[in-house]
């Protein structure tokens, strides 16, 4: 699945390809003479010993212009240039621990609010959390948009007295309180490719009436919380996000004071200790501050889902009930619906050839692929299995009037919108194939797009989109992943230039899709949560956002996946879609402190590795539990023919001083769960309960493996607290 975002990831990995080949033309250099960026993990330093001093103390003489970042609060080290022998050199000295090769991860509105209960007449926004006002959030991202009206700071108070960051911009303001650059050091951290800007304002934007684009879409723009404060962290550019960068700002979000951190990148990893994402937030969340943080883009395959660690909140994509419609009227009568944004008075009124070439390259109308062709002044129905918008720059270099974009069969129902040079149409793969039957059917095909407006009416909403990563946990499956859903769909936010060439750039407004449009919605109802509850830990938040999840779309039918129109499963969905006012009063809530990561990581990771992770020295021996123990609010539990294991879960009451919870279990196809005890009784705020689970595998004829999936919810009079199961039944 293709998105606006997706073209950024495009053109970076053609920009990576034409460096190489640029390389391999100039003279070659012996190999182990080569140097690149290390991360390196050393231990704490001798008493005495200044830190910048101890990292010097690894690199050759004369090494200080080796050092690329010192970090001082997410690990113990530094990133470095170095040739492979130095490296094997620095192995061998005291004190060294571990290095891994730097890697590039990849950067994965006006309705939003709206369409999670928010109105700024209701009591619980303005009054129970204001906003968010006097909250922090940290964007780790591409850079900002500094002078966009989404970033005004009125009615936005001064930054709390904690505030120690500051601020690389010529002007900063109550909204903008830091801004740094990671990636070009001494120049302002600058937005060039919109996603800093839109993932941004989508936590914190200020109000700005009449946002739209092309007149659709059109309402009063914010952030989830607007009168929140913003820290800027420029960790990625079109050609870089690296994850020494990514680390340098978590260590600077840490020590600047930020109350949550937005992570819209990720990178594919075998172990947490390689993943420097985790590992910065593990450092963070020992701090206090919430993690929150994108799945991925790369749904709907198994499996495909990252940011993987059970101390950050990981978020999946789903559909709004706001669509910009549009469909195309056949030359026999037919009518598909779809989606389409761009300038009304280009679209043909009257009927137009259409054409497609199934089987060759000009099927998917890759780059050159219709420059041959008799496509002028016709419509091309063209497969998506690249980006959209180079697709409509080579059907309009070949002289096309218009572009009809069909998903591929894993895009599936999920459409987007799109600002294209030229006319055009998203529409489901299932329509695309009744529309290429369309053309196969006739001599003389004829088409016409029609833009039909902004719908509020879609009551499949929310859906989980197609491209959003699934699970289940591929580095740590006792972990179920992803938590939970957001928003991230045709996403209305500010953007760095305009898409229209119509209004002066500090307005621009555009549409993008990701979870990293999702990710910045959980961010600032963590920052909501935060201002309610400013003495609740990351994990507590996290529980109330999972555990009040909503599993039903507006026609109170199951969430629907966006790839095949059917119910989606626990691995699309998590604990279910956010509901910002009941996460606020969740009644119980799932806590996890800095010690119990610890116990799970050391049933995983040898001492040392779990060292590179946590920064300090840890003891292993006997104090390791299995993933499932971990009081996380899911179960991902492995059963094997005739298995039976038990659990157990600690909840702390934050709703009623005196009240009374009963246990309601949905059964997992093939496994008997049991709870004890039945009922939860409380008598004070802060009290805690512990109840155990059991999963005991029936006996069945013809067993076969496989995943299944349940749920166990906890309700009282005033709350329901549901956490999701995943049980995965082996063949043996």
Known sequence: MYTALTHVIWFL?????????????????????????????????????????????????????????????????????????????????????????????????????????????????????????????????????????????????????????????????????????????????????????????????????????????????????????????????????????????????????????????????????????????????????????????????????????????????????????????????????????????????????????????????????????????KVVLCVMESSPVGIAQAVKHAGAAAVILMNSEEGGYTTLSYALPLPSLSVSYFYGEQIRKYVSSTSTPVAKILLQGTAFRDETAPAVASFSSRGPNSVSPGILKPDILGPGVNILAAWYKSVENAKPATAAFDLDSGTSMACPHLSAVAALVKKAHPSWSPAMIKSGMMTSASQLNRDQKPILDGSTNRPADVFATGAGHVNPKLALDPGLVYDITSQDYISYLCSLYSEKEVEVIVREKVNCSGSGIPEAQLNYPSFAVRLGKGGRLTYSRTVTNVGNANSTYEVEIESARGVDISVEPTVLTFTQLNQNSTYKVEFRRQKMKNESGGYVQGSITWSSVAHTVRIPVSVHLLDY
């Open 13 to 377: 990995a053609i920009a990576t390809l034409t460096f190489q080949t640029t390389l391999s033309l100039l003279p070659t250099t012996p190999i182990q003479n080569v140097s690149k960026t290390y991360i390196v993990h050393v231990t704490t330093p001798p008493r005495g010993t200044n830190v910048s001093d101890w990292h010097l103390s690894f690199l050759p003489k004369g090494g200080d212009d080796r050092i690329v970042h010192t970090y001082r609060h997410v690990i113990n080290g530094f990133a470095a240039k170095l040739t492979p022998d130095e490296l094997a050199e620095m192995e061998k000295m005291p004190g060294f621990l571990h290095a891994s090769p730097d890697r590039r991860c990849t950067p994965h509105t006006t309705n939003s609010p709206s369409f999670l209960g928010l109105n700024p007449n209701q009591d619980f926004w303005p009054g129970q959390t204001d906003f968010g006002s006097g909250v922090i959030i940290g964007v780790l991202d591409s850079g900002i948009t500094p002078n966009h009206p989404s970033f005004s700071d009125e009615d936005v108070p001064p930054p709390p007295a904690k505030w120690k960051g500051r601020c690389d911009l010529p002007i900063c303001n109550n909204k903008i309180i830091g801004a740094r650059n990671f990636i070009d050091y001494g120049l302002p951290p600058l937005d060039h490719t919109g996603h800093g800007t839109h993932t941004a304002s989508t936590a914190a934007g200020n109000f700005v009436p009449g946002a739209n684009l092309f007149g659709q879409a059109n309402g009063t723009a914010s952030g989830l919380a607007p009168h929140a404060h913003l820290a800027i962290y420029k960790v990625c550019d079109i050609e870089s996000c690296d994850q020494s960068n990514i680390l340098a700002g978590l260590d600077a979000a840490i020590e600047d004071g930020v109350d949550v951190i937005s992570l819209s990148v990720s990178t594919v990893v075998l172990h947490l200790y390689e993943d420097y994402a985790a590992i910065g937030a593990f450092a963070a969340t020992k701090k206090g501050i919430f993690v929150s943080t994108s799945a991925g883009n790369e749904g709907p395959f198994t499996s495909s889902t990252e940011n993987l660690s059970p101390w950050t909140l990981t978020v999946g994509a789903s559909t709004t009930d706001r669509t910009i419609a549009a469909a195309t009227i056949l030359g026999n009568g037919d009518i598909f619906k779809g989606q389409a944004v761009g300038d009304p008075t280009n679209y043909s009124l009257t009927m137009l050839p259409l054409v497609h070439y199934p089987g060759q390259a000009a099927e998917s109308c890759e780059s050159g692929s219709l420059d041959n062709l008799d496509v002028k002044g």
